[in-house]
Structures are given as C-alpha cells and as structure tokens.
C-alpha cells in the first residue's frame, strides 16, 4: 500500500503484457532553519523576544481588561491604571518591531486597542481587538507556541505546591497567604471568566518572563518542561472532574473536534472563547478541562490538522526570511503534506470550494518561495493563514447532514470509478472482439482483485498504520502518470488499427498469436492498477465521510453509485458489441487519448503536491474532471500528449492512405 515502486512495477507489467497483446517523507517535521550568522542569529533572538513580549501584553490585556471595566465606568482603579500602561507599552513594542509586510497592521490593530481601552469599551471589543493582533503577530514574527512533547501535569501539581501556592493559594483562588497585601493582587485561576480568554500559551509566558509592575517574578530558570508542565497545570483549576468527564465524551464522539487539536499547539494556543463559534461555552471548557489534563491524548492523536499547518508554514516564512530557501521549501510542503492533506477528505465533503481555494494557495506560496520573492511570500502565507481559519470554523461546525453524507458518496464514487471503468471496459471489449474469452476471467480477476485490495487497504488505514500525505501523492502522481503513457500507446495503435482494412484477419491471426501466459497476467496487472488506483483514494475520502456518523447515508450514497456505473458498464459493453470493428477501434482510440490527457493532468498535480514536481501558478481554469489544474507544468504536460495524439492520429491517417494508394 505504502510502496510507490509496487505500483510502477504493476502498470510496467501491464504495459509489457499489452506490447505483447498488440505487438503482433514524510518531511520529517524539521524546525525552521537558523541563520548562518552570528549576527542573524542574535537578530533573530532578539525579534523573537521582542514578538514574545509584546504578545504577552496582549494577552494579558484580553484576559484581565474585564475586571477593570464594566458597562463603560471603571471597575478597578488599580486594574484599570495597569490596562493603561501595559496598552501603552504594548503599542510602543508594536512599532519597535522589526521592520515586516505586516508590522503596519500589527501597528494599527495594538493603535485600536490602545483607543479602546482609553475610551473604556466593552471587554468582548478589547478581547478581539487584542486576540487579532496576537493572531497577526504569531503569523508574522513566528515564536515557540508548544511544548516539544506532551507536559507531566503530575509535576506541574508538585511545582505549583511548591513555588505558586503561597501567593495564588492551593487551589488557585488567589488567597494564599503571602497574597496579602499585594498590589496588584495575584491572579484566581479558578476564576472561569478570566480562565476561558486565558491559553496555556499565555500562562507559559508569564511563568518565563513574570509580569513588569507586579509580585509575579520569572521562573526562566526552570527548565523548560517544567514550565510547561506548570503552565498546564495552572491551566486546569478553573475546572472540575464533572466537565473532565464531559469532555473526554465530546472527545471520543467528534472526529472534528480531534481533527481542530491534532497537536500540542492548538492546544496551547487555543481558548475557550476562541471555540464559541462552533459550541457552547460550557462544551468549550469541557473540552479543554478534558485536554489540559490529559495533553497526551492530543500529542497520540494521528490527526496532524490545521495547527500543524499554521505552524509549518510560520517556520517556513521564518526560514526564508532567514535566507535558506531550501529549508522554507521543505516546510512549506510539509505544512501542505503533514498538515492539511489528511483532512482533505473531510473538507471535500463539506466545503469542496474551500479546499480548492487552499490547494491552490499553498501552490501560489511554495512558488513565492522556489523565486525567492520575500515580500510575495508574505502576502500569500498570510492569506493562507486566514484560509486555515475557514478550514477550522468547517470543522468546528460539526459533521456534515445525512443528505450531504449521501451526495458526497455517490459523487466521489462515480467521480474515481468512471475512469477506472472505462479502461476495464475498453479491455473487456477488445478481447471479445478477438474472441479471446479465454483472456477474459484475467481482466475479472484483476479488478475484482482491486476491490479487495482497496477493503485491505481501508483496514489497514484505519487499524494499522497511517497513510502519509508524500506517500499517497507520490502513488497516485506516478500511477496516473504511467497509465497515461499506457493509454498513449494503446489509443495510438488502435487509431491505427481503425484507419486500415483487415480487421478481423488482424484480430484473429495477430492478436491471438501474441498472447501468451505473460500476456495474461500484464492484462491482469493493468486492470489491478487501473482500478487499485481509485480504490485508493475513495477509500481515504470514504473513511473520512464516516467519521461524520451518517453509516446509512453513506451506504446509500455507495449503493446509488455503484448501480450507475453499472448501468454505464452495460451501455457501454452492449454498445461495443454491436458496433462494428473499425468503428469500435476509432471510437475507443478517442476515448483511450482523452483518458491519458486527463491523467497526466492529474498525475503531475499530484506528484507537485508532493514537491516532485515544481509549480508555477496560471490564470487559467481548474476543471478536475478534465485533469486541468492552474499551473504551467499541468497544462504543459497535457499539451505535449495531446500534441502526440493529435500528430499520431494525423500520421495513422497519412500511413492509411498511402497503403490504400491513388482513387482509381
């Protein structure tokens, strides 16, 4: 299932048997690369610092602006005096930021921030405010947002005892002993207002760095899963065992919900206001009650998701401005491969639109890459940023209706069995032609085979080992690409075939003669091929449908499209059948060229989404269905084997006149 050679090998079988019949990584998840200065480096420690400061301002001012103002008057003289200063700072941090396409952006959102806390407006519009200027700044100046592996809560809990409690209390409410008398006073953690504006991200930050202006001093000294492990366990005392049990049930049923924290970043990184489009707040601190207590569930998961795509993509921006380019391409296809690619299926089936948009623009951003064009690059990562936005609010809505469960199967099925059916059925038909029944049962055995194949391969998909991104690209770019070399060669020679006399004397003498046991079993590899090819990938989309809970719906959706393309089969082989000889030959010569145009098409996309092939972007039409994709490389390919369609064709014809010789 995994190996790209098993499959070229299978589809050179069947190309070699045919000549006999008419012959007469994934990436690994590497960091963002460093400079290859000293003075780069320090640069580059130093804007990192810089973004992380001023991210925790904002964050800070988020969290805490709710207790120093309510319905427009001041709540807290102490609290609101603090908000001032530290919206004040945070704006001057904001235009000391080095100089980048979006600092004017991240300059005007902490402006409006700074405005709206002078004005004393409302919590939620200084929240949001303060959120996207954070969201910018992560995208812009990227910084460390996780841990490097799922955090040990048990020794947060010992931490905590030992260093927080006397000033925070045990049980986090703000009213140690050493509390008393502070000013500011120290922060209730089991607060839930405050906890559900407040990441663990935010909390590792003021564990590193402490807060200027109060009690809270840096702990940096710790080392760094140990801060972590605070930050998690902090993190968790707004909650109580009642909401773990509720989230660990949401858990377990919503394979969006698994899909939105496919790692230890989102998590981190993730509030429970920041889940509100998308549930209740109540199921939003359920759910992170459940998660922050049990990280690693998160960092287990298989699922890679839209975090890990924001991620990669930050640290591949981050590399080109670095200057290693190599590096920046690297991770741009694994924020492609590792990250968004396994959710492909589950975002075709809801919103097709949207995952064509993304495909897309990671195209745009990996050629912004391979030319170098810093300034380019920027614009395309940050849109991108905003698209993995949307695909996040699609899977947060929650699973697909029934009805939407059944379109998606009948069309997925009917989208990859039509190809594969059309080259079994044009097998089929030319060995009856030939009279070769005899030949038949190998074509049967060889897609019946498929089917099974493809019900392994969802087992094994699904119990067993997890499919990569590269892996699958890589497969179906090659087989696509192969088969249509097949296809050329075939539709050639029957057009050849359809332009002279003698057809049945040919059939009879010629075809028969040169079939042999090796023969068969390259009919047989190439009808596994043809057909394993789309089993494969309406498995991937099948599974992910699944996830949604709509079994009848998804069976019905299967059933209906199985009933068309039997019925296609039936037209089709009744119509070949009467057909006469050399009308069959040319018609399916026709067919047989489309058919490679449309998969080379598809197979150079596939193998540009596996970095094997580079893209350079077109405005021109993307039609699937005719294997056409926005990118000169795809249409090239397209060109040049209808280019040897259409001079074969016009050389058959010439060759067919010439033997038939001068009208007498």
């Not at 930021?97 to 919590?123: I, Y």
């Not at 079994?424 to 029944?437: E, H, S, T």
């Amino acid at each position: 299932m995994r190996s790209t050679f098993s499959w070229t090998l299978a589809l050179v079988a069947g190309l070699a048997g045919l000549a006999g019949l008419l012959s007469g990584p994934a990436l690994a998840q590497a960091p963002a690369a460093a400079p290859s200065t000293t003075a780069s480096n320090t640069a580059a420690a130093t804007q990192a610092t810089d973004a992380r400061q001023l991210w925790q301002l904002l964050d800070y001012v988020a969290v805490d602006y709710g207790g120093a103002v309510e319905n427009g008057q001041i709540a807290s003289e102490g609290e609101y005096a603090e908000m001032l200063d530290f919206s004040a700072n945070a704006l001057q941090q904001a235009q000391a930021l080095p100089a980048h396409a979006d600092k004017a952006k991240v300059v005007s959102l902490v402006t409006q921030l700074r405005a709206a806390v002078q004005a004393k407006a409302t919590a939620d519009e200084v929240a949001q405010l303060a959120h996207q200027a954070a969201q910018l700044l992560v995208a812009a100046y990227p910084m460390p947002v996780a841990p490097a592996k799922a955090p040990d809560i048990t020794k947060g809990s010992q931490l905590f005892q030992q260093i927080c409690a006397s000033c925070h209390g045990a049980t986090g409410g703000g009213d140690g002993p050493a509390a008393q008398g502070l000013d500011p006073q120290p922060i209730a953690f089991s607060d839930a207002q405050r906890a559900n504006a407040r990441s663990l991200m935010a909390l590792y930050q003021v564990t590193s760095q402490g807060v200027e202006g109060t009690s809270m001093v840096s702990f940096g000294a710790l080392p760094e899963d140990d801060r972590w492990a605070l930050a998690y366990f902090v993190g968790g005392l707004s909650y109580n065992d009642e909401l773990r049990a509720t989230g660990k049930a949401l858990w377990q049923s919503d394979a969006g919900l698994r899909a939105r924290f496919g790692d230890l970043a989102a998590l981190s990184t993730t509030t429970a206001q920041s889940l509100t489009p998308a549930m209740p707040i109540e199921q939003a601190r359920a759910v992170l009650a459940y998660l922050r207590a049990h990280p690693e569930v998160v960092s287990e998961g298989k699922a890679s998701g839209v975090a890990l795509s924001r991620q990669r993509l930050a640290q591949s921006l981050a590399a080109l401005q670095a200057g290693d380019r190599n590096q920046a391409m690297k991770l741009a296809l694994s924020a492609y491969l590792d990250g968004f690619e396994p959710l492909e299926p589950t975002i075709a089936a809801r919103n097709k639109a949207l995952m064509t948009q993304v495909e897309s623009a990671m195209v745009q951003y990996r050629a912004t890459v391979a030319s170098g064009t810093l300034q380019e690059a920027e614009a395309a990562a940050q849109q991108l940023q905003a698209m993995f936005g949307q695909v996040e609010a699609e899977l947060n809505a929650g699973a697909s209706d029934a009805t939407a469960t059944f379109v998606g199967a009948l069309t997925i099925l009917l989208r990859e069995g039509l190809e594969a059916l059309l080259i079994v059925i044009g097998m089929v038909a030319l060995l009856r032609k030939a009279g070769r029944q005899d030949a038949l049962r190998y074509v049967h055995a060889g897609w019946s085979s498929a089917l099974v194949a493809g019900g392994l391969t969802w087992a094994a998909a699904t119990y067993l080992v997890e499919i990569s991104g590269a892996s699958r690209e890589v497969t179906e770019g090659l087989g696509s690409v192969v088969a249509a070399l097949v296809l050329l060669s075939v539709g050639l020679w029957m057009h050849s075939k359809s332009s002279a006399g003698r057809w049945q004397s040919y059939l009879s003498e010629k075809l028969s003669a040169s079939m042999g046991q090796g023969s068969m079993w390259g009919l047989f590899a190439l009808a596994f091929v043809s057909v394993y090819r789309e089993v494969f990938e309406t498995v991937l989309f099948f599974s992910a449908l699944a996830s949604d809970g709509h079994h009848g719906a998804l069976l019905g959706g299967g059933l209906a499209a199985v009933a068309i393309l039997a019925v296609i089969a039936f037209v089709l082989l009744r119509t070949s059948a009467r057909m006469p000889v050399g009308r069959f030959f040319s018609a399916t010569s026709i067919l047989v060229a489309v058919l490679a145009v449309v998969l080379v098409g598809k197979g150079v996309s596939s193998l540009q989404e596996a970095g094997w092939v580079s893209a350079t972007p077109l405005a021109a039409p993307r039609i699937e269905l005719l294997g056409m994709f926005p990118t000169l490389e795809t249409l090239l390919a397209q060109a040049i084997v209808l280019a040897l369609v259409v001079f074969g064709f016009a050389y058959n014809r010439a060759a067919a006149r010439k033997a038939l010789g001068p009208p007498q």
